[in-house]
């Protein structure tokens, strides 16, 4: 295939010049690819979009277009390609197929470097035939010069004389061998480059992370501030109020007094499944402020907020008031931490599973593999549990032996939240004050 007619080298010049790159068919021209049979390069350029390039696809070995062109891709999948290569991997893919390319196409881990051949910006590309005495040279790479035999080979005097008045021998000048050079093109020219995982994503753009510094910078900065003016009362924690009567005293006194390990706070664990009701996005705002907000808007207006990521350890603050034989109203809090993690839940130390109380699950059994206790009913002995699902979703069976107790959220009447929230803590309290009395705290 010549200069004049290689369809790869015509459809990377049109692409340097900027020519408009058009399609036609029988009729006339067309403005879809797939109605197209021919692809305009130029002017004077128009080919089949079925021409076979030099451009081989992975996984052979030929090394002619010609005789097998359904080992190289076509000029219409190399141009689309080329065509969608901003766009995401899945859009290129939906506009392969509909552009009846259900097979032959360039995949999306390769549409990069061709449409960095393409755009000049490498000369180098995978799985390319060079073409035979064109502008690309046949040689591979580091393959030495052929030298002339006179002028390289030493005569047979001169080596004997050598032999004669020296000690050591002359060296011969390398001469490469023909035939061997040869093969050696052969194996290079069936080379193919074999790409993994780490490969794909490793790129080859430096990443800059300096907007994500100065984003969080002034937010770390507050952070910082705050925590340093909740802990200069002796007598105040993070996130509690100050306190004033003398039952608030007394439970701060507790709260700061050297306790058994056992005795601390308690730990929620929930599912880390996205299909989950109650996620990291929205457990504290459920159970704190007994409002039910979808995941995907919590999610949504953490990101608008500048959290991108859910934390991994939340606490939560609950409120409870209480009256005592001479009517006396005292409210307290009590703090529990929320985790949807196994790792997460370590951090709390080595008697991490003594202060779990409750764990919400979605019904799924690869919940718990991580788990202390991997089997259902076995970690429902240990912890209570807690299903929340739609008022109008039928029965969950999987549930039905897991000890389980079972809580309806209703889509859109948001004012009934508050109820279910209470027969939630209602439930929590009876469990706990039965099996683990001194995490009960306030």
């Not at 899945?90 to 449409?115: C, H, I, L």
């Not at 040689?139 to 006179?150: D, K, N, W």
Request: aromatic share 8%; glycine share 6%.
């Amino acid at each position: 295939m010549g200069f004049g007619t290689d369809a790869l080298l015509a459809l990377r010049q049109a692409i340097k010049s900027k020519t408009p790159i058009t399609y036609k068919n029988d009729a006339g021209p067309v403005t879809s690819l797939s109605t197209a049979t021919h692809i305009v390069l130029s002017p004077t350029t128009t080919l089949p979009k079925t021409v076979p390039t030099r451009l081989r696809k992975p996984g052979t070995s030929s090394a002619d277009p010609q005789s097998n062109p359904d080992d190289f891709f076509s000029l219409g999948a190399v141009y689309l390609a080329w065509l969608l290569r901003d766009a995401s991997g899945a859009e290129y893919m939906k506009q392969v197929r509909e552009n009846g390319y259900t097979v032959g196409f360039v995949s999306v881990t390769e549409r990069k470097s061709v449409a960095d051949w393409l755009e000049d910006k490498t000369q180098t590309l995978s799985g390319l035939v060079p073409i035979a005495g064109g502008e690309h040279s046949t040689t591979p790479p580091g393959t030495p010069p052929q030298l002339r035999a006179a002028a390289s080979l030493p005569s047979t005097a001169s080596l004997s004389k050598g032999a004669d008045t020296t000690s050591s021998p002359l060296k011969r000048r390398y001469v490469a061998d023909y035939s061997d050079m040869e093969v050696v093109k052969k194996i290079k020219a069936n080379e193919i480059e074999l790409q993994d995982r780490n490969t794909v994503l490793r790129g080859t753009k430096p990443n800059n992370f300096n907007s994500v510094k100065v984003a969080f910078a002034e937010k770390l900065k507050k952070l910082k501030e705050a925590a340093n003016a909740k802990a200069n009362p002796p007598y105040q924690r993070w996130g509690e109020s100050t306190p004033s009567t003398p039952g608030q005293i007394l439970s701060v006194a507790l709260i700061l007094t050297p306790c058994p390990a056992g005795n601390q706070y308690p730990i929620i664990m929930i599912s880390s499944s996205p299909t989950s009701l109650i996620t990291m996005y929205n457990v504290r705002r459920f159970l704190q402020d007994a409002v039910f907000e979808p995941s995907q808007e919590a999610r949504a207006r953490a990101a608008a907020e500048g959290n991108a990521r859910a934390e991994d350890v939340i606490p939560i603050y609950r409120k409870r008031t209480t009256i005592d034989p001479s009517g006396r109203e005292t409210e307290t809090q009590t703090r529990y931490f929320v985790v949807d993690s196994a790792e997460a839940l370590a951090k709390f130390g080595a008697d991490a599973w003594d202060r779990v109380v409750c764990v919400m699950t979605t019904g799924q059994t690869w919940q718990f593999r991580p788990y202390k206790w991997q089997e259902p009913k076995t970690l429902f002995h240990h912890v209570k549990g807690i299903y929340f699902s739609w008022t109008n979703d039928p029965p969950n069976p999987k549930i039905k032996d897991w000890n389980v107790n079972e809580l309806k959220i209703d889509p859109n009447r948001r004012h009934v939240d508050k109820s279910v929230v209470a027969h939630f803590w209602r439930i929590l309290d009876q469990w706990t004050s039965a099996n683990k009395p001194s995490l009960l705290q306030g």
